[in-house]
């Protein structure tokens, strides 16, 4: 059964979508430390499909939240954000966090990117991690964290957090994602989108800032797009960059 954790009381102007897909509750140290200012849901999107996750975020929306929202997104959540936005007349503004690429063309060379910034013990396990087809949650959950060690400039977390990553979600659910973008139609939605985008990116993450900032500049009127120094895929967790992050964020609230 789908979930959600909830900031402070109801109606909830703020909408945090965590990434993945699958990484439930990789976003709850973004929305606890935004629930100071406002009142914030964070949907566990464990739904196998595209579709299914818009429909949660629907119910969401409609039984917990005002006539509009903003919705922020990381990683896959920026996407999805994007995608509920174009078939919703109940979002005000989109904001973007570390976004993968909305082109194919900008898709070459992430690998190598990531690879770049692990040493040797990081690379072997990343490439058996890879290879591995059991013990998906387990090995996705690994993987993840690997991830962020690498695409992370000055990675500092304070305190534990929970995360739940279910491997079957990220499996199906990137690959409807991929499809989406390999056939045009994930940039062609700005066609439908009709609120503001803000778009936060890293200097070290491992997804090409460029592959956000050129497509949507060219596709939409409201786009804003903002670089932080000395930060990678995870910004609230940089010890570098989480402050202006922070900052930066909330003035967009």
């Known amino acids: 059964m789908s979930r959600s954790r909830r900031y402070g009381d109801p109606p909830y102007d703020v909408v945090v979508i965590h990434g993945g897909p699958g990484a439930l509750g990789d976003a709850g140290p973004l929305a606890e430390e935004l629930s100071e200012e406002n009142s914030v849901i964070e949907p566990f999107l464990d739904q196998v499909s595209i579709a299914g996750q818009l429909d949660w975020l629907r119910e969401v929306t409609e039984r917990f939240c005002d006539k509009t929202v903003t919705l922020i997104g990381h990683s896959w959540g920026a996407w999805l954000a994007w995608i509920f936005a174009a078939h919703s007349q109940r979002v005000d503004k989109i904001i973007m966090i570390s976004s993968p690429p909305f082109e194919d063309e900008y898709v070459e060379g992430m690998k190598e990117s990531l690879l770049e910034h692990m ?135």
């Open 119 to 253: 040493d040797s013990a990081q690379k072997k396990r990343y490439l058996e991690l890879k290879n591995r087809k059991d013990e998906r949650d387990r090995v996705m959950k690994e993987y993840g964290k690997l991830i962020m060690e690498a695409s992370s400039y000055d990675l500092t977390i304070s305190r534990e957090y929970d995360v739940e990553v279910i491997g079957e979600v990220n499996e199906k659910v990137w690959r409807e994602a991929e499809k989406l973008r390999r056939s045009g139609e994930l940039l062609k939605k700005s066609r439908s989108v009709d609120c503001s985008v803000v778009a936060f990116h890293g200097d070290y993450d491992h997804h090409p800032a460029e592959g956000v900032k050129t497509p949507l500049s060219e596709v939409l009127e409201d786009f804003k797009f903002i670089i932080l120094d000395r930060c990678g895929h995870y910004p609230w967790f940089e010890k570098e960059a989480k402050d202006e992050f922070f900052r930066e964020l909330k003035e967009e609230l």
